[in-house]
C-alpha cells in the first residue's frame, strides 16, 4: 500500500530554519519516478504549493511567496524528499503536506505542523 510519511516539524523561532522529511513506501520503481510536492495548509486558508520537482527535469518550481528561503531536494534511493525552509517567518505557521501523483490516484501525507513563533 502507497504511503507518504512526514516527520521534521515543530516550533522555531522567526529567522529560524527546519528541515521536513517525507518518506514514500509502496511506490512500484519508488520515487525516481514520481513527481513530487509540497504543500502546506494554514489556519482557515486552502491548501497551497510550496515546492514541486518533476520525475523528468532537476527545475523545482517554488512560488513567489517562498523562492529564496525554501528549497526542495530528494534522494531517490531512500524514497525520500525533503524541504529546508529557511528564514521562516510566523506566516509560514501551517501543516506541511507531501504530495505525489500516481496513474490517477493523489496521495498525501498525515501532515506534519510548523509553528513560527517567538
Known amino acids: 500500500q502507497e504511503q507518504l510519511v512526514e516527520s521534521g516539524g515543530g516550533l522555531a523561532q522567526p529567522g529560524g530554519s527546519l528541515r521536513l522529511s517525507c518518506t514514500a513506501s509502496?511506490?512500484?520503481?519508488?520515487?525516481?519516478?514520481?513527481?513530487m510536492s509540497w504543500y502546506r495548509q494554514a489556519p482557515g486558508l486552502k491548501r497551497e504549493l510550496v515546492a514541486t520537482?518533476?520525475?523528468?527535469?532537476?527545475?523545482?518550481y517554488y512560488p513567489r511567496s517562498v523562492q529564496g528561503r525554501f528549497t526542495f531536494s530528494r534522494d531517490n534511493a531512500n524514497n525520500t524528499v525533503y524541504l529546508q525552509l529557511n528564514k521562516l517567518k510566523p506566516e509560514y505557521t501551517a501543516v506541511y503536506f507531501c504530495?505525489?501523483?500516481?496513474?490517477?490516484?493523489?496521495?498525501w501525507g498525515q501532515g506534519i505542523q510548523v509553528t513560527v513563533s517567538s
Open positions: 504530495n505525489t501523483t500516481k496513474n490517477v490516484s493523489s496521495y
Open positions: 509502496g511506490f512500484t520503481g519508488g520515487i525516481s519516478v514520481l513527481t
Open positions: 520537482h518533476t520525475k523528468f527535469g532537476h527545475a523545482v
